[in-house]
């Protein structure tokens, strides 16, 4: 029913043991447990960029985290429409939420499929999807310091799936090569899931669903490696340390990337504003405006003089008013008498007033008799 699983997961382990096989011989079990490795390296390599993507989707949920809290707030009620807006606010800043399931829903099938490919080395079967007899024959003769791919501590690959207790087919030759793989497995598990938590975001590790799974994944699973690894043959042992391992590699890798290219957009953005910023003691800028007192965008030049100034400027200043208590300034008369020389003949003559002397010099002319007091 699986078969679009298990001929690609054959073809890659074929492929792999051909390689190695050339190098170390057909039936040497490091050219299996190699195969196996890289069968596990070869999937991991094609999810990369799936998982790039993931962790720059969860870096995006966190920045438009108080977003999130705002609309669980305002639609608490209304689950519908609350799943409506959280995919308009997720398309909006360019989130797939389903983009950070698809390499763990990827590798459950890998792992299925090998674990069933692995199985097929039998004895009675005559082939095992794109291997042959030849290679069946090949793969249960390989041996690693003395232990079989297909064995395991209590049972091998026939007798996984039944976890039976029963202790009689217990394989002590086996217990040097399987129990430091279940050690490391076990390891790199635990340090995969305590990268991954670090890198939570703060409202989900406040979430106590999450924090439970975390736990789990931290403590449990590692510890499940431990007890139930003695039921794995030495090929999924190989499996599930191999992938452990790319994945904390993986995960330092990608977040000490993405945490570097953050850094530098940040140092990026700090040099604009620095650059954009008056420098110690200048006078800010402030933007020309136009006779209607909206800015033109930039700074004022001689040029921004409006073409009608010459022509709307008055011929003449009017005469400014004197202050209060101000001696008036003597200048061009105009016409009008000073205060309180209404009636003076400087006044109606226009022109300054005369001396008394020559008043009365004029007065007793020559032709002109004086009248005398009776």
Request: proline share 7%; with cysteine.
């Amino acid at each position: 029913m699986l078969n679009f699983i298990y001929y690609p997961v054959s073809a890659i382990l074929w492929f792999w043991h051909k390689v190695f096989g050339f190098v170390f011989g057909a039936d040497n079990g490091f050219a299996w447990a190699l195969s196996v490795i890289f069968l596990v390296f070869t999937l991991r390599a094609l999810l990369f960029k799936p998982f790039v993507s993931q962790v720059r989707s969860m870096r995006k949920m966190q920045e438009f985290q108080p977003q999130i809290k705002k609309l669980q707030e305002k639609y608490k009620n209304d689950r519908q429409k609350l799943a409506e807006e959280m995919q308009k606010l997720q398309k909006e800043h360019g989130v797939n939420p389903l983009g950070g399931c698809l390499p763990v829903l990827v590798q459950v099938p890998v792992f299925i499929g090998l674990f069933h490919v692995l199985r097929g080395f039998r004895l009675d079967y005559a082939y095992n999807y794109v291997f042959s007899y030849a290679d069946i024959v090949s793969f249960d003769n390989a041996t690693i310091f003395g232990a079989k791919l297909s064995d395991a501590i209590s049972g091998n690959l026939q007798a996984v799936g039944s976890f039976s207790l029963n202790f009689s087919d217990f394989n002590a030759h086996v217990i040097p090569v399987a129990l430091p793989l279940m050690i490391v497995a076990s390891v790199a598990t635990h340090f995969t899931a305590r990268v991954s938590a670090a890198h939570q975001s703060p409202a989900a590790a406040a979430n106590p669903q999450a924090a439970i799974m975390q736990k789990l994944t931290m403590w449990l699973f590692p510890l499940g490696v431990l007890v139930f690894g003695v039921f794995f043959p030495i090929a999924i042992l190989l499996y599930w340390l191999s992938n452990n391992s790319w994945t904390l590699a993986q995960q330092y890798f990608v977040y000490s990337r993405i945490a570097k290219e953050e850094q530098e957009q940040r140092e990026v953005a700090a040099a604009q504003r620095d650059l954009l910023a008056p420098k110690p003691g200048q006078k800010p800028t402030r933007p020309a405006t136009n006779g209607n007192g909206s800015s033109n965008g930039h700074a004022p030049t001689a040029d921004d003089e409006p073409a009608d100034a010459a022509t709307d400027a008055p011929a003449e200043s009017a005469p400014s008013k004197p202050r209060p208590g101000a001696r008036p300034v003597a200048g061009k008369s105009s016409g009008r008498a000073a205060p309180g020389k209404v009636n003076s003949p400087a006044a109606k003559n226009g022109g300054a007033p005369k001396n008394r002397g020559n008043a009365q010099v004029a007065s007793s002319r020559p032709g002109k008799k004086s009248k005398k007091r009776r």
